[in-house]
């Protein structure tokens, strides 16, 4: 549940500035759709980054286990007890995709209660206390 608290304290951050959009004839639901778009947008790059760094990690997977066996003077994966000599791995796009939407969906779940709010501001509520 520690998603909603960056987005609630960007909405306390930003009451001013909702005020002066309401102020200026922005409606409620225009404010909500605005902080909507933007929870969407940060999930869209943060997903793009994180499947990058995760591919990335995956392809390099046994270079780094070779490294750690270097450095460690151990080897980390024996084969006479694993039977593997090194990592497999196997990426398949449905689970790829289902974790990126899985995200996406949980992202915008914890983006609408601090949208709604920001779009039932009160314009006078708001800009009074600024």
């Excluded at 004839?25 to 778009?37: D, E, N, P, V």
């Excluded at 939407?101 to 501001?121: F, T």
């Amino acid at each position: 549940m520690a998603l909603p608290i960056p987005r609630f304290t960007f909405v306390v951050h930003k009451t001013r500035e909702i005020g002066l959009l309401k102020g200026l004839g922005a409606s409620g639901r225009q404010i909500m759709l605005l902080f909507l778009s933007q929870s969407v947008w940060w999930e869209w790059s943060g997903s793009r980054w994180a499947l990058g760094l995760g591919l990335t990690a995956l392809a390099w997977r046994n270079e780094f286990l070779h490294l750690m066996n270097r450095v460690s003077g151990h080897n980390l994966l024996p084969a006479a007890i694993y039977q593997i000599g090194e990592l497999p791995s196997e990426i398949l796009p449905r689970d790829l995709a289902i974790i990126c939407g899985g995200s996406l969906v949980i992202c915008v779940l914890a983006g609408l209660l601090p949208a709604w709010k920001a779009g039932r501001l009160d314009p006078v509520e708001a800009l009074r206390h600024e």
